[in-house]
């Protein structure tokens, strides 16, 4: 060890007793403020608290501009639909998926729906005309299938006319039970006194007007004009919808009968 210090051997001793402690004692370790960089290996740092979190997080954002979304607010115009009439349907037209377009449904007020006829064309006037034509092969190819009572030689409508009428023509509730009745009974009929009962009339003779009306309406409904040429059914309106059976003994009368096609359309439409 070099030479004491001239003059001051205390203060050498001093010296030399506290360079010793500094390296020998086990206790000893770095200041707190450089303990906590060893552990976590980071650089030493400010606090860091939720709220500067969320400061610091908006920061890197500033300045930034935010692009604003904007709603599409044009609304495309609603489509124009034209409504007219052809005799007993309801005719309604317009500029469909790219297509002038014209469409028949039964005229109301009514219980029938569905689409009656539909036609096109390069224009709407062009698509109306279009389905007017394709109405009035329709009425053809309809009166083409009627047949003719061979007891009256009245046109019968089919089946198909006769469930358009009932769901649209207003029939009293004693002339839909008397129908209903007669439709039951089928071929075989029954007899006028209990049909009077079903549409609780006392007379046959008022019976038999309320059924004739019933039939009238039936048939100013399918004769409605278009513009076909088909013959209208006879006015007859009893005859429209049945008949008078075959007395088998001149003392029972004979029975009241519906025509097979309405008694098959009362089934379809009830």
């Not at 010296?15 to 402690?21: E, I």
């Not at 329709?138 to 019968?156: H, N």
């Amino acid at each position: 060890m070099g030479r004491p210090i001239a003059g001051r051997p205390f203060v050498s001793l001093i010296v030399f007793c506290c360079l010793t402690q500094q390296f020998r004692c086990p206790d000893w370790s770095p200041p707190n403020q450089y303990y906590d960089l060893f552990i976590s290996g980071d650089q030493p740092m400010s606090e860091y608290t939720a709220p500067n979190r969320s400061d610091a997080g908006r920061d890197v954002f500033k300045g930034m501009s935010k692009k604003s979304k904007t709603k599409d607010t044009e609304k495309k115009a609603p489509m124009s639909i034209r409504v007219g009439a052809y005799g007993r349907y309801q005719i309604k037209s317009g500029y469909v998926a790219g297509v002038y377009t014209a469409r028949a449904f039964p005229k109301p007020p009514t219980k029938a729906r569905g689409l009656i006829a539909e036609a096109t064309g390069k224009t709407e006037e062009a698509a109306i005309a279009a389905l007017h034509s394709a109405i009035d092969e329709r009425e053809v190819r309809r009166s083409e299938s009627r047949r003719a009572d061979p007891r009256t030689g009245t046109l019968i409508p089919t089946s198909e006319e006769y469930v358009e009428a009932l769901n649209t023509v207003n029939l009293t509730r004693p002339q839909r039970t008397m129908v209903m009745a007669l439709a039951q009974a089928e071929a075989d009929g029954l007899a006028k006194v209990k049909v009077a009962a079903a549409g609780s009339y006392k007379s046959t003779t008022s019976a038999k007007k309320a059924l004739a009306s019933a039939g009238r309406m039936i048939v100013e409904y399918l004769s409605s004009e278009t513009g076909s040429k088909v013959p209208a059914t006879s006015l007859d309106g009893f005859a429209s919808i049945g008949f008078c059976g075959d007395a088998e003994h001149q003392e029972n009368p004979a029975n009241w009968i519906l025509h097979p096609e309405l008694c098959a359309a009362i089934r379809i439409a009830t």
